[in-house]
């Protein structure tokens, strides 16, 4: 358990390591944010979530980015990488696809990919304490989900909704279907 919480905290200051530096260099956040049908920017699909544009966005994306990391990891290691390089790939290849015209930074992608994996998680595998994990997800971060809409142009809401996808995706790869036990009468 301690070697997962070890890869968490160092996944994090990785976060936060590129992220300070992208604010003390511009030019790098450039570099690794992604850009919609850009090739040359092709390397966001995956150094997106490293970047941010301010420390306030760094710290709305971390909380949740730890906390709900921390539940996936729970399943090990192996479970949490493979969910989410999953997770990642198809929340960039997505977002590459279908965002608007602009400079994409954050790990919100990943953050609401996390939360649509741990909800849809309950649904393919049909067990009491996934859906409790579900159900408590929803509590704390449910209101996550008015970032689906558009409501600041600013934000990229199209990242959201790539990510909340791409989790459902990957919880569908990822989770072993149960079986729904019917009593008999």
């Not at 192996?78 to 290849?93: D, V």
């Not at 809409?149 to 569908?172: C, M, W």
């Amino acid at each position: 358990m301690i070697a997962r919480a070890l890869g968490l905290v160092v996944l994090t200051a990785a976060i936060w390591l590129v992220s300070f530096a992208g604010f003390a260099n511009t030019e790098l956040i450039a570099q690794l944010g992604l850009v919609p049908r850009e090739v040359s920017n092709a390397v966001g699909i995956v150094a997106m979530p490293f970047v941010h544009g301010s420390i306030h966005h760094l710290i709305m994306n971390t909380v949740p980015f730890v906390t709900l990391s921390a539940i996936v990891l729970v399943r090990g290691g192996p479970h949490y990488a493979g969910t989410l390089i999953t997770m990642t790939l198809l929340t960039g290849a997505l977002l590459w696809g279908i965002g608007r015209e602009g400079l994409h930074i954050g790990a919100s992608g990943v953050v609401f990919g996390l939360l649509g994996y741990l909800v849809a998680r309950a649904f393919v595998e049909r067990r009491v304490t996934s859906f409790i994990v579900a159900i408590a997800v929803m509590f704390f971060y449910g209101s996550m989900l008015w970032g689906l809409f558009p409501s600041d142009l600013a934000v990229s809401f199209e990242g959201h909704i790539a990510g909340f996808l791409a989790g459902i995706v990957t919880a569908r790869i990822w989770c072993r279907p149960g079986e729904v036990k019917v009593a008999a009468t």
